[in-house]
T-cell receptor, first 110, second 114 residues
Framework: GQQLNQSPQSMFIQEGEDVSMNCTSSSIFNTWLWYKQDPGEGPVLLIALYKAGELTSNGRLTAQFGITRKDSFLNISASIPSDVGIYFC??????????FGKGTLLTVNP | DAGVIQSPRHEVTEMGQEVTLRCKPISGHDYLFWYRQTMMRGLELLIYFNNNVPIDDSGMPEDRFSAKMPNASFSTLKIQPSEPRDSAVYFCASKRAGAGGELFFGEGSRLTVL
């Protein structure tokens, strides 16, 4: 089946630094989404992208849908301690099924 | 508005026992998904329903797994008999028709099979 390569697997950064993570796929997706999961909770949607080349922001978060439709990135600017968590990318096809990346564990040192 | 509600939050059981996980989706959402999360395999889609009808169960690992959605506000995922390799966090998620991939997840049910 479809697989997503999400990188990096983990990041340790200082508060105030910017963060960038990305996902690549060998398959084309119609939708790219980014979710965040806190410990003991379910994933929560951060940003949804529906058009190739689309660049969308949500506060300090910015994500882009790659022009080839095979990749996406997520940037977090001026990180704060509450940004800690696991970030997942997800690619969606025409059948409402999402394929999730393995996640990026973000640690922010105050 | 209440989010997706799952129960139990935690379950510890012995191999061979039947396990039933429950989910109440967000009112008005037409789609319901069951996911399993493990360290090794990440988030895997098991099955999804549209208007209470199972659409794709290709992710259900074995015949030991079954899922039902008797009405728009309730779904169950059953494992019978359970095995230690079924230990995982099971998530239920729902979404509206036309909402693309914008899923709302429950808090999950952590299953441990001894």
């Amino acid at each position: 089946g479809q697989q997503l390569n999400q990188s990096p697997q983990s990041m340790f950064i200082q508060e105030g630094e910017d963060v960038s993570m990305n996902c690549t796929s060998s398959s084309i997706f119609n939708t790219w989404l980014w979710y965040k999961q806190d410990p003991g909770e379910g994933p929560v949607l951060l940003i949804a992208l529906y058009k190739a080349g689309e660049l969308t922001s949500n506060g300090r978060l910015t994500a882009q849908f790659g022009i080839t439709r095979k990749d996406s990135f997520l940037n977090i600017s001026a990180s704060i301690p509450s940004d800690v968590g696991i970030y997942f990318c997800a690619g969606g096809g025409s059948n409402y099924k999402l394929t999730f990346g393995k996640g990026t564990l973000l640690t922010v040192n105050p | 508005d209440a989010g997706v509600i799952q129960s139990p939050r935690h379950e510890v059981t012995e191999m061979g026992q039947e396990v039933t996980l429950r989910c109440k989706p967000i009112s008005g959402h037409d789609y319901l998904f069951w996911y399993r999360q493990t360290m090794m395999r990440g988030l895997e889609l098991l099955i999804y329903f549209n208007n209470n009808v199972p659409i794709d169960d290709s992710g259900m690992p074995e015949d030991r797994f079954s899922a039902k959605m008797p009405n728009a506000s309730f779904s169950t995922l059953k494992i019978q008999p359970s095995e230690p390799r079924d230990s995982a966090v099971y998530f239920c998620a729902s979404k509206r028709a036309g909402a693309g991939g914008e899923l709302f997840f429950g808090e999950g049910s952590r299953l441990t099979v001894l």
